[in-house]
């Protein structure tokens, strides 16, 4: 991939925004951090570096395991000598008391609670073994593909045009053929069959059910989606030195948020707010002057909603209210072009069940660790890749079950 990608590494990683105004870098250089934490609470770098700690020895725990292999595979001896990074004490509980216990600062509680948001999911419903994921960003650092994310996508096309590979874009699948339980190919909405030994869905992977033919099948219940988010896609005609390549404005009120979001199934009173300005690292983003932004707030993953015209604007006007809130500069003079993405527009356009981007939360250990394998268990030649199987949501983890997916292959059908 080095052919084809280049990749630049974030410093700061983050600036956060709280209600009161309060402002906080967050940076993956050590002794800065440390710094920073020690201006906030003195005795929360302690509390820091044992959350460090623990997420360090949950990555050697399932670096060669969760993260490299299928679900409730025969461990190996490599999978044996990993179990000693198995931590006796606060992985195995709820994430918010688990960080609760360890800061007293309620922005920094604030700060850490934000890193489930990262799979979709609430850090009061998900398990302590989410703190992977923070340690795995101080660890290894943010970093970001030179012409933007979609230059993954591109380069992973432009390595399969060098392979000769046949790319068959818009063609919506209808059914999976099979006899006695064997895949015999595909047969698309426009009655065009393609014959195939090997089929890999990265669909949701509860559709796939309807799509073998069942008279029962039912999607993703909407108590076990992943959140969806509003995103708006806005240039800006001006430029905006003081933004950071990511910023977040924080609720004032988090445990709402979530209640609200997960319980209410309604879009937040007061969300928070992660705005990406990649034009301020990469000027290719951007034509001239100017600036690109990201702007998203979570929203629920539901099937009803309409997402109409003024459930967006006053969609919007939370979504604002909160930057202004916040110090975001004003920009609304300043718009020259923008685009709404709703969970209703992620739904349809993605074949994602209400837009939940991550497919299934990971609010206990079922959702967390047991969603669909990658092989099917019913039907030779079906496997399963993408957020909503092994091991989870989330463009790492997704790239994660591709490479998990192509050694199955390799081991069953290649071999």
């Not at 198995?86 to 800061?103: C, D, E, M, Q």
């Not at 009803?304 to 604002?320: G, L, N, Q, S």
């Not at 991550?358 to 250990?365: A, E, F, L, N, V």
Request: with cysteine; proline share 7%.
């Amino acid at each position: 991939m080095d052919d084809y990608l280049e990749m630049v590494s974030m410093n700061p990683l983050s600036q956060y925004t709280f209600d009161d105004g309060y402002t906080l870098t967050y940076t993956s250089d050590l002794p800065d951090l440390l710094n920073t934490i020690r201006n906030v609470e003195l005795q929360d770098v302690d509390g820091f570096l044992r959350i460090m700690r623990l997420g360090a020895r949950i990555y050697e725990l399932s670096k060669s395991t969760f993260m490299s292999r299928p679900p409730m595979t025969p461990p190996r001896n490599v999978d044996i000598s990993a179990l000693k990074n198995i931590p006796l004490r606060n992985a195995w509980g709820n994430y918010n008391k688990v960080i609760t216990s360890h800061f007293k600062s309620p922005y920094l509680r604030q700060l850490f609670n934000r890193y489930p948001t990262y799979v979709g999911s609430s850090p009061y419903y998900c398990p302590a073994t989410l703190l992977i994921i923070p340690y795995i960003e101080f660890a290894f650092n943010g970093w970001y593909p030179l012409g933007g994310l979609y230059r993954l996508v591109e380069s992973f096309l432009d390595l399969a045009r060098n392979l000769e590979v046949t790319l068959l874009t818009n063609a919506n699948v209808e059914l999976i053929e099979h006899r006695n339980k064997i895949v015999q190919g595909v047969r698309l909405v426009d009655g065009m069959r393609l014959p195939a030994d090997i089929l890999v869905a990265n669909c949701e992977a509860q559709d796939v059910e309807g799509m073998l033919g069942a008279r029962t099948s039912g999607r993703l219940k909407e108590s076990d989606r992943s959140m969806s988010g509003l995103v708006f896609l806005v240039g800006v005609k001006r430029s905006l030195p003081q933004l950071r390549h990511h910023q977040i404005y924080f609720s004032a009120d988090y445990r709402k948020e979530f209640d609200e979001l997960f319980h209410d199934r309604h879009f937040p009173t007061d969300p928070t707010v992660y705005v990406n300005c990649p034009s301020r690292n990469d000027r290719s983003v951007v034509p001239g002057e100017g600036e690109s932004l990201f702007i998203m707030a979570n929203a629920p993953a539901n099937d009803d909603d309409v997402w109409d015209k003024p459930m967006i604007m006053e969609a919007r006007k939370r979504v604002f209210d909160r930057l202004y809130r916040s110090g975001f500069p004003q920009i609304d003079d300043d718009i020259e072009v923008q685009d709404v993405w709703t969970p209703k527009r992620i739904a349809s356009g993605y074949l994602m069940p209400g837009g939940a981007i991550y497919g299934t939360h990971s609010h206990g250990w079922r959702h967390a660790f047991f969603r669909p394998p990658n092989k099917d268990r019913n039907y030779r030649g079906l496997y399963y890749v993408g957020g909503s199987t092994h091991p989870g949501g989330g463009t790492p983890t997704v790239l994660l079950s591709a490479k998990i997916t192509a050694e199955l292959i390799r081991k069953y059908e290649l071999e």
